[in-house]
């Protein structure tokens, strides 16, 4: 009888982890930001202060409610040079405003982590690893690059996109189109075509793949919310390759 009493007990425990298990997300995204070193210190900080901005937005907040799980797993991360990648806010679930500005204000509050060259090919690869710590089931999976220059670090970024598409991510862009990059880094910030067909055409990728362009980082805060809400808003398909640009009033053009 005690060894019986003892197995339910056992059961019992095992069955409480402690914590209550997430619900399932409508998705996952790693939100990567570049702060390498053609990013000066006023352009950083428009940056972050445009994520937070992005998260509390009505747009995504809305987006999230509409759909089924109304809820999105997001983990934010900032990367530069090849070895350098850092995770700034773990992955949080966020299912409406109190959760949202909780992490917008962990993201306010962290230190800038680098300022080296820009790995895109690394950033891509730190954050399919990321994944795997993931605590929620999501049947789409996003990567979201943000980054004003071309890859100067580590592998071929297309080896790594390629392997990120094969593995069933997305890999969504916002191109930062830097015109006074810091210390001078203007071949870096305006290769040959522009940034925009650079994104385009080696690091966007996967089903419903998206590019959104702003012309300078006073406009990243209002690009970013448009962008996260079409990432929450667009279900999965076919892979569509687009360049969405923003006119000056900072609406979304298609």
């Known amino acids: 009888m005690k060894s019986a009493l003892a197995a339910v007990l056992l059961l019992a425990c095992l069955a409480y982890s402690g914590e209550p298990?997430?619900?399932?997300?409508?998705?996952?995204?790693?939100?990567?930001?570049?702060?390498s070193r053609s990013i000066d210190?006023?352009?950083?900080?428009?940056?972050?202060?445009?994520?937070?901005?992005?998260?509390?937005?009505?747009?995504?907040?809305?987006?999230?409610?509409?759909?089924?799980?109304?809820?999105?797993?997001?983990?934010?991360?900032?990367?530069s040079g090849e070895e350098e990648q850092q995770?700034?806010?773990?992955?949080?679930?966020?299912?409406?405003?109190?959760?949202?500005?909780?992490?917008?204000?962990?993201?306010?509050?962290?230190?800038?982590s680098f300022m080296g060259r820009t790995s895109i090919s690394a950033a891509i690869d730190f954050s399919i690893a990321r994944f795997t710590a993931a605590k929620w089931q999501a049947a789409r999976r996003i990567i979201d690059i943000s980054g004003d220059g071309t890859n100067n670090s580590g592998r071929p970024v297309t080896d790594a996109r390629d392997q990120a598409i094969a593995s069933g991510v997305t890999i969504n862009g916002l191109a930062i189109v830097n015109d006074?990059?810091?210390?001078?880094?203007?071949?870096?910030?305006?290769?040959?075509?522009?940034?925009?067909?650079?994104y385009s055409q080696n690091v966007i990728g996967g089903p419903n793949a998206f590019l959104i362009v702003v012309k300078d980082f006073n406009s990243f805060a209002d690009a970013m919310a448009n962008k996260l809400a079409k990432e929450i808003d667009v279900a999965g398909g076919a892979a569509d390759q687009r360049v969405s640009w923003l006119d000056a009033g900072g609406s979304l053009i298609e």
């Open 21 to 35: 298990r997430a619900a399932d997300a409508d998705l996952q995204i790693v939100l990567a930001a570049d702060v």
């Open 41 to 79: 210190d006023g352009e950083f900080d428009l940056q972050r202060k445009g994520y937070a901005a992005a998260l509390t937005d009505p747009r995504v907040l809305t987006a999230i409610q509409a759909r089924a799980n109304r809820a999105i797993g997001v983990c934010f991360v900032e990367w």
């Open 180 to 198: 006074r990059p810091n210390l001078g880094y203007s071949a870096h910030t305006q290769p040959p075509g522009g940034l925009p067909l650079y």
């Open 87 to 112: 995770v700034v806010v773990d992955w949080t679930e966020i299912r409406d405003e109190e959760d949202a500005a909780t992490v917008a204000a962990a993201i306010l509050a962290a230190p800038r």
